[in-house]
């Protein structure tokens, strides 16, 4: 390890071994309305990106879209002085999830990065890698029992992958976790598909339930299974799909599924970035 990579490390995290999971205490303090949790599916067209600003004022960017649009619509969410990100999070290597994140490692200074340690031959994950390597950002494997804690009481659990992943197909080694504040929860899922839902609910069963369901796979059939969203019972699911896309997401009986368990369905193809805020008892559309 350098000595950039070992001072950006002891700057941006400090690895403590909590109750048997390892937690991740954030050290840089920004600006921020205190006690709101603010949530924001970005429009980034046919792909994922999720920017998450906590009460402390502290951030994590999850995927970066397909591509560098997600500049846009990141300064359409942060703070005008802002240029700097706590952690960004590497759901999986596809280019829908990570198409952006060159960019953003460029542009901005990036205390942490989480990736599922998944291979992927994938070009543009090549070029993120060396953006990376550049900027001196270092890379952590997340697993199950990972804690990434924000302070005043907002903290995201790592619920997936629970094991190597590393010669898994992509979408089945997605980081699955829980951004939670107060009695409050957001279920962030990336690309997984119903196997590894139903490896969630016999783990964890009732503690996945959340009011924020973003839609596995961008609201396609391989994802979102009626075990998993009952498990959930969110108050509203949101798909992050481009309007009018070729593959034809979301699929119809994703939406029965959600339509079923009582949840609002909002598409970022139809709505553009869809905001959430948290007061710790209560998460509205903002």
């Known amino acids: 390890m350098t000595q950039s990579t070992l001072r950006?490390?002891?700057?941006?995290?400090?690895?403590?071994?909590?109750?048997g999971a390892l937690a991740v205490s954030l050290a840089s303090i920004k600006g921020s309305v205190r006690g709101s949790?603010?949530?924001?599916?970005?429009?980034v067209g046919q792909g994922d990106a999720v920017y998450v600003r906590t009460p402390s004022g502290r951030d994590m960017l999850v995927d970066g879209g397909?591509?560098?649009s997600v500049i846009r619509r990141l300064s359409e969410a942060m703070p005008w002085h802002d240029r700097s990100i706590d952690v960004v999070l590497e759901t999986h290597p596809d280019a829908d999830h990570i198409g952006g994140l060159p960019d953003v490692l460029s542009r901005y200074d990036v205390g942490v990065f989480l990736e599922p340690g998944v291979e992927s031959g994938n070009s543009i994950d090549d070029e993120l890698s060396r953006v990376r390597q550049k900027k001196g950002?270092?890379?952590?494997?997340?697993?199950?029992?990972?804690?990434?804690?924000f302070g005043d009481g907002a903290y995201f659990d790592i619920l997936f992958p629970d094991g190597d992943v590393?010669?898994?197909?992509t979408n089945a080694a997605s980081i699955v976790g829980a951004l939670r504040y107060g009695s409050t929860s957001v279920m962030l899922t990336g690309d997984s598909p119903k196997q590894v839902e139903a490896r969630l609910v016999s783990l964890d069963g009732s503690r996945l339930r959340s009011d924020v369901l973003k839609a596995g796979?961008?609201?396609s059939r391989t994802s979102s299974g009626l075990g998993f969203v009952g498990a959930v019972s969110p108050r509203y699911a949101v798909i992050s799909a481009g309007a009018q896309n070729r593959y034809g997401h979301p699929h119809r009986e994703v939406l029965d599924i959600f339509e079923g368990?009582?949840?609002?369905?909002?598409?970022?193809?139809?709505?553009?970035?869809?905001v959430f805020v948290s007061d710790g008892s209560v998460v509205e559309r903002d």
């Open 8 to 19: 950006n490390a002891h700057r941006w995290a400090l690895f403590t071994l909590l109750c």
């Open 66 to 68: 397909p591509s560098r």
């Open 37 to 43: 949790l603010f949530v924001y599916f970005l429009d």
């Open 137 to 149: 950002v270092e890379s952590i494997i997340a697993r199950r029992g990972m804690r990434i804690n």
């Open 217 to 219: 796979h961008h609201g």
């Open 261 to 274: 368990v009582g949840a609002e369905v909002l598409m970022t193809g139809e709505e553009g970035t869809v």
């Open 166 to 169: 590393s010669r898994s197909e």
